[in-house]
Protein backbone atom coordinates (compact mmCIF):
# COMPACT_ATOMS: atom_id res chain seq x y z
CA UNK A 1 0.00 0.00 0.00
CA UNK A 2 2.88 2.20 1.11
CA UNK A 3 4.57 1.56 -2.62
CA UNK A 4 0.99 2.76 -4.52
CA UNK A 5 0.78 5.90 -2.18
CA UNK A 6 4.46 6.69 -3.21
CA UNK A 7 3.75 6.13 -7.06
CA UNK A 8 0.66 8.11 -7.44
CA UNK A 9 2.41 11.47 -5.43
CA UNK A 10 5.13 11.09 -8.18
CA UNK A 11 2.44 11.07 -10.39
CA UNK A 12 0.12 14.03 -9.43
CA UNK A 13 3.42 16.02 -9.11
CA UNK A 14 4.20 15.73 -12.45
CA UNK A 15 0.85 16.39 -13.44
CA UNK A 16 0.89 19.56 -11.69
CA UNK A 17 4.22 20.63 -13.06
CA UNK A 18 2.81 19.93 -16.72
CA UNK A 19 -0.50 21.83 -15.96
CA UNK A 20 1.67 24.98 -15.16
CA UNK A 21 3.84 24.76 -18.01
CA UNK A 22 1.21 24.26 -20.66
CA UNK A 23 0.42 27.96 -21.42
CA UNK A 24 4.02 28.11 -22.71
CA UNK A 25 3.06 28.41 -26.43
CA UNK A 26 5.21 25.60 -28.63
CA UNK A 27 7.42 24.43 -26.19
CA UNK A 28 4.58 23.34 -23.77
CA UNK A 29 3.65 19.86 -25.50
CA UNK A 30 7.24 18.62 -25.08
CA UNK A 31 7.55 19.85 -22.03
CA UNK A 32 4.16 17.90 -20.53
CA UNK A 33 5.55 14.83 -22.28
CA UNK A 34 9.03 15.57 -20.79
CA UNK A 35 7.10 15.66 -17.17
CA UNK A 36 5.23 12.44 -18.11
CA UNK A 37 8.22 10.88 -18.89
CA UNK A 38 10.14 11.60 -15.40
CA UNK A 39 6.89 10.73 -13.81
CA UNK A 40 6.84 6.89 -14.99
CA UNK A 41 10.83 7.09 -14.51
CA UNK A 42 10.94 7.67 -10.89
CA UNK A 43 7.62 5.40 -10.51
CA UNK A 44 9.60 2.70 -12.10
CA UNK A 45 12.96 3.60 -9.74
CA UNK A 46 10.54 3.55 -6.78
CA UNK A 47 9.13 0.73 -7.02
CA UNK A 48 12.67 -1.12 -8.47
CA UNK A 49 13.55 -0.42 -4.59
CA UNK A 50 10.44 -1.32 -2.72
CA UNK A 51 10.91 -4.47 -4.62
CA UNK A 52 14.43 -4.57 -3.46
CA UNK A 53 13.76 -4.21 -0.09
CA UNK A 54 10.57 -6.23 -0.18
CA UNK A 55 12.98 -8.98 -1.32
CA UNK A 56 14.65 -9.03 2.02
CA UNK A 57 11.14 -9.74 4.12
CA UNK A 58 12.62 -6.97 6.43
CA UNK A 59 16.30 -8.14 6.67
CA UNK A 60 19.25 -5.90 6.67
CA UNK A 61 22.93 -7.01 5.72
CA UNK A 62 25.99 -5.51 6.98
CA UNK A 63 29.05 -6.27 4.54
CA UNK A 64 32.32 -6.33 5.69
CA UNK A 65 34.74 -4.51 2.72
CA UNK A 66 38.51 -5.01 3.01
CA UNK A 67 40.52 -3.54 0.02
CA UNK A 68 44.43 -3.67 0.18
CA UNK A 69 45.21 -0.76 -1.28
CA UNK A 70 43.80 2.06 -3.37
CA UNK A 71 44.16 1.94 -7.61
CA UNK A 72 42.26 1.91 -10.76
CA UNK A 73 41.43 -1.94 -10.45
CA UNK A 74 40.74 -2.76 -7.03
CA UNK A 75 38.34 0.62 -7.24
CA UNK A 76 36.27 -0.21 -10.25
CA UNK A 77 35.81 -3.53 -8.40
CA UNK A 78 34.94 -2.71 -5.41
CA UNK A 79 32.54 -0.30 -6.34
CA UNK A 80 31.09 -3.13 -8.87
CA UNK A 81 30.43 -4.93 -5.81
CA UNK A 82 28.64 -2.38 -4.28
CA UNK A 83 26.22 -1.23 -7.23
CA UNK A 84 25.31 -5.26 -7.34
CA UNK A 85 24.41 -5.33 -4.36
CA UNK A 86 22.43 -1.94 -4.08
CA UNK A 87 20.75 -2.94 -7.15
CA UNK A 88 19.62 -6.19 -5.75
CA UNK A 89 19.01 -5.08 -2.01
CA UNK A 90 18.51 -1.78 -1.77
CA UNK A 91 18.56 -0.12 1.75
CA UNK A 92 18.91 -2.85 3.13
CA UNK A 93 22.21 -3.22 2.39
CA UNK A 94 24.90 -1.13 4.36
CA UNK A 95 29.05 -1.32 3.75
CA UNK A 96 31.56 -1.15 6.13
CA UNK A 97 34.35 -0.13 3.47
CA UNK A 98 38.69 -0.12 4.61
CA UNK A 99 41.21 0.31 3.14
CA UNK A 100 44.61 -1.21 4.15
CA UNK A 101 46.94 1.20 2.23
CA UNK A 102 49.17 -1.58 0.82
CA UNK A 103 49.47 -3.43 4.77
CA UNK A 104 48.51 -7.28 4.70
CA UNK A 105 49.00 -6.87 8.57
CA UNK A 106 46.51 -4.05 8.09
CA UNK A 107 44.35 -6.50 6.56
CA UNK A 108 44.60 -8.77 9.15
CA UNK A 109 43.43 -6.16 11.75
CA UNK A 110 40.02 -4.65 8.95
CA UNK A 111 39.31 -8.65 8.87
CA UNK A 112 39.26 -8.85 13.09
CA UNK A 113 37.07 -5.80 13.14
CA UNK A 114 34.88 -7.71 10.78
CA UNK A 115 34.64 -10.11 13.14
CA UNK A 116 34.01 -9.01 15.85
CA UNK A 117 31.44 -6.42 14.77
CA UNK A 118 29.67 -9.82 13.24
CA UNK A 119 29.12 -8.55 9.34
CA UNK A 120 27.12 -10.72 7.06
CA UNK A 121 29.90 -11.46 4.30
CA UNK A 122 33.28 -9.85 3.77
CA UNK A 123 34.83 -8.76 0.30
CA UNK A 124 38.46 -9.31 0.70
CA UNK A 125 39.70 -7.46 -2.43
CA UNK A 126 43.05 -8.51 -3.71
CA UNK A 127 45.04 -11.33 -2.19
CA UNK A 128 46.38 -10.76 1.15
CA UNK A 129 43.02 -9.22 1.87
CA UNK A 130 42.00 -12.98 1.13
CA UNK A 131 44.54 -14.57 2.91
CA UNK A 132 43.51 -12.41 6.22
CA UNK A 133 40.42 -13.10 5.80
CA UNK A 134 41.38 -17.01 5.35
CA UNK A 135 43.16 -16.71 8.90
CA UNK A 136 40.33 -14.70 10.64
CA UNK A 137 37.38 -16.65 10.09
CA UNK A 138 35.91 -20.06 8.95
CA UNK A 139 32.25 -18.75 9.72
CA UNK A 140 31.22 -15.46 8.27
CA UNK A 141 31.19 -16.05 4.41
CA UNK A 142 34.23 -14.40 2.56
CA UNK A 143 33.93 -13.38 -1.40
CA UNK A 144 37.23 -12.69 -2.41
CA UNK A 145 37.88 -10.59 -6.13
CA UNK A 146 40.98 -9.27 -7.88
CA UNK A 147 42.85 -12.35 -6.62
CA UNK A 148 44.35 -14.56 -9.36
CA UNK A 149 44.64 -18.37 -8.25
CA UNK A 150 43.28 -19.19 -5.13
CA UNK A 151 45.21 -22.14 -4.83
CA UNK A 152 48.29 -20.20 -4.78
CA UNK A 153 47.07 -17.91 -2.58
CA UNK A 154 45.41 -20.28 0.03
CA UNK A 155 47.77 -22.74 -0.21
CA UNK A 156 45.37 -24.93 -1.53
CA UNK A 157 47.27 -28.67 -3.39
CA UNK A 158 45.51 -29.63 -6.10
CA UNK A 159 42.91 -26.79 -6.26
CA UNK A 160 39.91 -27.29 -8.63
CA UNK A 161 38.17 -24.23 -8.53
CA UNK A 162 36.03 -24.93 -5.42
CA UNK A 163 37.49 -23.74 -1.92
CA UNK A 164 34.71 -25.11 0.11
CA UNK A 165 34.50 -24.05 3.24
CA UNK A 166 32.97 -20.42 3.90
CA UNK A 167 35.33 -19.05 0.62
CA UNK A 168 34.76 -17.90 -3.11
CA UNK A 169 34.65 -15.71 -5.03
CA UNK A 170 36.01 -14.12 -8.36
CA UNK A 171 39.65 -14.53 -10.39
CA UNK A 172 41.16 -11.83 -12.58
CA UNK A 173 43.52 -14.20 -14.14
CA UNK A 174 43.57 -13.50 -17.42
CA UNK A 175 45.45 -16.33 -19.72
CA UNK A 176 49.20 -16.03 -19.23
CA UNK A 177 50.19 -17.85 -22.06
CA UNK A 178 48.11 -15.31 -24.26
CA UNK A 179 49.70 -13.09 -22.18
CA UNK A 180 53.13 -13.97 -23.48
CA UNK A 181 52.68 -14.65 -27.00
CA UNK A 182 51.59 -10.68 -26.76
CA UNK A 183 54.78 -9.91 -25.84
CA UNK A 184 56.11 -11.77 -28.33
CA UNK A 185 54.15 -10.65 -30.69
CA UNK A 186 55.20 -6.91 -30.57
CA UNK A 187 58.67 -7.72 -29.89
CA UNK A 188 60.08 -10.73 -31.45
CA UNK A 189 63.31 -9.39 -31.55
CA UNK A 190 63.81 -9.00 -27.99
CA UNK A 191 66.50 -11.10 -26.27
CA UNK A 192 66.17 -10.40 -22.12
CA UNK A 193 63.11 -9.95 -20.25
CA UNK A 194 62.94 -8.65 -16.80
CA UNK A 195 60.07 -9.79 -14.70
CA UNK A 196 59.15 -7.18 -12.38
CA UNK A 197 56.85 -7.64 -9.70
CA UNK A 198 56.52 -7.97 -5.62
CA UNK A 199 58.17 -10.93 -3.74
CA UNK A 200 55.05 -10.54 -0.85
CA UNK A 201 52.54 -11.36 -3.70
CA UNK A 202 51.74 -15.13 -4.18
CA UNK A 203 50.17 -14.51 -7.33
CA UNK A 204 52.83 -12.18 -8.76
CA UNK A 205 54.84 -14.97 -8.46
CA UNK A 206 52.90 -17.54 -9.81
CA UNK A 207 52.14 -15.22 -12.82
CA UNK A 208 55.95 -14.73 -13.41
CA UNK A 209 56.81 -18.23 -13.23
CA UNK A 210 54.33 -19.03 -15.57
CA UNK A 211 54.97 -16.21 -18.11
CA UNK A 212 58.72 -17.18 -17.77
CA UNK A 213 58.23 -20.74 -18.42
CA UNK A 214 56.09 -19.50 -21.84
CA UNK A 215 59.12 -17.06 -22.76
CA UNK A 216 61.57 -19.40 -22.26
CA UNK A 217 60.09 -21.79 -24.47
CA UNK A 218 59.74 -19.23 -27.41
CA UNK A 219 63.54 -18.04 -27.01
CA UNK A 220 63.83 -15.48 -24.39
CA UNK A 221 65.96 -15.14 -22.02
CA UNK A 222 64.45 -13.91 -18.65
CA UNK A 223 65.10 -12.64 -15.30
CA UNK A 224 63.38 -12.06 -11.92
CA UNK A 225 63.28 -8.70 -10.78
CA UNK A 226 61.79 -9.05 -7.00
CA UNK A 227 61.15 -5.93 -4.88
CA UNK A 228 60.19 -6.41 -1.20
CA UNK A 229 57.70 -3.12 -1.43
CA UNK A 230 57.10 0.71 -2.12
CA UNK A 231 60.67 1.51 -0.72
CA UNK A 232 62.89 -0.53 -3.23
CA UNK A 233 60.57 -0.29 -6.13
CA UNK A 234 63.16 2.61 -8.16
CA UNK A 235 66.20 0.56 -7.54
CA UNK A 236 65.00 -2.53 -8.66
CA UNK A 237 62.98 -1.03 -11.45
CA UNK A 238 66.53 0.78 -12.74
CA UNK A 239 67.86 -2.46 -12.76
CA UNK A 240 65.14 -4.00 -14.66
CA UNK A 241 65.29 -1.69 -17.22
CA UNK A 242 69.55 -1.75 -17.35
CA UNK A 243 69.22 -5.24 -18.52
CA UNK A 244 66.44 -6.04 -20.23
CA UNK A 245 65.13 -5.03 -23.49
CA UNK A 246 61.23 -5.63 -22.02
CA UNK A 247 59.82 -5.72 -18.62
CA UNK A 248 56.66 -7.83 -18.01
CA UNK A 249 54.65 -6.60 -15.01
CA UNK A 250 51.86 -9.60 -13.60
CA UNK A 251 48.47 -7.96 -11.99
CA UNK A 252 51.04 -6.73 -9.02
CA UNK A 253 49.44 -4.34 -6.34
CA UNK A 254 52.19 -2.63 -5.74
CA UNK A 255 53.32 -1.64 -9.39
CA UNK A 256 49.69 -0.67 -9.65
CA UNK A 257 49.45 1.65 -6.72
CA UNK A 258 52.86 3.26 -8.14
CA UNK A 259 53.28 2.84 -11.70
CA UNK A 260 54.49 6.64 -12.05
CA UNK A 261 57.63 5.65 -10.41
CA UNK A 262 57.94 2.35 -13.30
CA UNK A 263 57.07 4.98 -16.06
CA UNK A 264 59.62 7.66 -15.03
CA UNK A 265 62.24 5.26 -15.34
CA UNK A 266 61.34 2.76 -17.97
CA UNK A 267 60.16 5.06 -20.69
CA UNK A 268 63.28 7.53 -20.79
CA UNK A 269 65.14 4.28 -21.08
CA UNK A 270 63.31 3.28 -24.11
CA UNK A 271 62.18 -0.04 -22.38
CA UNK A 272 58.56 -0.81 -23.07
CA UNK A 273 56.22 -2.63 -20.55
CA UNK A 274 53.46 -5.38 -21.09
CA UNK A 275 51.18 -5.47 -18.16
CA UNK A 276 49.11 -7.89 -16.49
CA UNK A 277 45.94 -5.18 -16.47
CA UNK A 278 44.81 -2.57 -17.62
CA UNK A 279 45.21 -0.08 -14.70
CA UNK A 280 49.26 -0.84 -14.80
CA UNK A 281 49.42 -0.36 -18.57
CA UNK A 282 47.75 3.16 -18.62
CA UNK A 283 50.28 4.09 -15.57
CA UNK A 284 53.18 2.84 -17.16
CA UNK A 285 52.46 0.45 -20.41
CA UNK A 286 52.39 -0.65 -23.82
CA UNK A 287 49.61 -3.09 -23.73
CA UNK A 288 48.15 -5.98 -21.44
CA UNK A 289 45.50 -8.72 -21.91
CA UNK A 290 43.04 -6.51 -20.53
CA UNK A 291 39.82 -7.68 -18.27
CA UNK A 292 37.03 -5.36 -16.62
CA UNK A 293 37.82 -5.12 -12.77
CA UNK A 294 33.86 -3.32 -12.72
CA UNK A 295 32.54 -6.12 -14.34
CA UNK A 296 34.30 -8.51 -12.33
CA UNK A 297 33.15 -6.50 -8.92
CA UNK A 298 29.27 -7.30 -10.69
CA UNK A 299 30.05 -10.91 -10.94
CA UNK A 300 30.96 -10.58 -6.75
CA UNK A 301 27.97 -9.16 -5.72
CA UNK A 302 25.73 -11.11 -7.28
CA UNK A 303 27.55 -13.91 -5.54
CA UNK A 304 26.72 -12.17 -2.29
CA UNK A 305 23.05 -11.75 -3.19
CA UNK A 306 22.66 -15.71 -3.65
CA UNK A 307 24.39 -15.86 -0.47
CA UNK A 308 22.87 -13.17 1.79
CA UNK A 309 19.14 -14.27 0.61
CA UNK A 310 20.04 -17.78 1.39
CA UNK A 311 19.65 -18.65 -2.39
CA UNK A 312 23.09 -20.46 -2.77
CA UNK A 313 25.40 -21.61 0.04
CA UNK A 314 28.95 -20.40 -0.29
CA UNK A 315 30.80 -23.64 0.14
CA UNK A 316 29.57 -24.96 -2.92
CA UNK A 317 30.19 -22.09 -4.90
CA UNK A 318 32.87 -22.44 -7.60
CA UNK A 319 35.28 -19.44 -8.42
CA UNK A 320 34.37 -17.67 -11.48
CA UNK A 321 36.35 -15.94 -13.72
CA UNK A 322 36.40 -12.73 -16.30
CA UNK A 323 33.81 -13.72 -19.54
CA UNK A 324 36.42 -12.08 -21.74
CA UNK A 325 39.45 -10.74 -22.48
CA UNK A 326 40.96 -7.29 -25.12
CA UNK A 327 44.17 -6.41 -26.39
CA UNK A 328 44.67 -2.88 -25.57
CA UNK A 329 47.56 -0.56 -26.06
CA UNK A 330 48.45 2.85 -24.03
CA UNK A 331 48.65 4.87 -27.50
CA UNK A 332 50.98 7.74 -25.49
CA UNK A 333 53.79 5.30 -24.28
CA UNK A 334 53.56 3.93 -27.70
CA UNK A 335 53.71 6.99 -29.32
CA UNK A 336 56.78 8.01 -27.36
CA UNK A 337 58.66 4.89 -27.73
CA UNK A 338 57.74 4.29 -31.87
CA UNK A 339 55.78 1.01 -30.99
CA UNK A 340 53.02 0.78 -33.46
CA UNK A 341 50.11 -2.24 -32.35
CA UNK A 342 48.35 -4.27 -34.92
CA UNK A 343 44.99 -3.23 -35.43
CA UNK A 344 43.07 -5.75 -33.44
CA UNK A 345 44.47 -3.95 -30.10
CA UNK A 346 42.18 -1.35 -28.69
CA UNK A 347 43.67 2.13 -27.31
CA UNK A 348 43.15 2.68 -23.70
CA UNK A 349 40.77 5.66 -22.86
CA UNK A 350 42.77 8.63 -21.57
Known amino acids: MKKSTKIMSVLLAAACAASMTGCGGSGSTATTAAASEAATEAASSEEAKSDAAASTDGKTYNVGICQLVQHVALDAATQGFKDALTDALGDAVTFDEQNAQGDSNTCSTIINSFVSNHVDLILANATPSLQAAQAGTNEIPVLGTAVTEYGVALGIDGFDGLVGGNIS ?51 YTCEYYAFSDSNDLATITTNAATNSDVIYVPTDNTVAANTEIVNNICQPAKVPVIAGEEGICSGCGVATLSISYYDLGVATGKMAVKILTGEANVSEMPIEYAPQFTKKYNKTICDALEITVPDDYVAIEE
Do not use: I, W
Open 169 to 219: GTSDLAPLDEQAAMLHELFPDAKNVGLLYCSAEANSQYQVDTVKAALEEMG
